[in-house]
């Protein structure tokens, strides 16, 4: 993972613009199963 990510704020970043993304409707499918 460090390896991916070397700077560990672009880790935030990148989970915070998934999540965003996605909105409340993406999360409620992924958690629907």
Do not use: D, S
Request: proline share 3%; aromatic share 12%; hydrophobic share 45%.
């Amino acid at each position: 993972a460090v390896e991916a990510f070397p700077e560990a704020e672009q880790i935030y970043e990148t989970n915070i613009a998934t999540m965003e993304k996605l909105g409340v409707a993406g999360w409620e499918k992924l958690f629907k199963k």
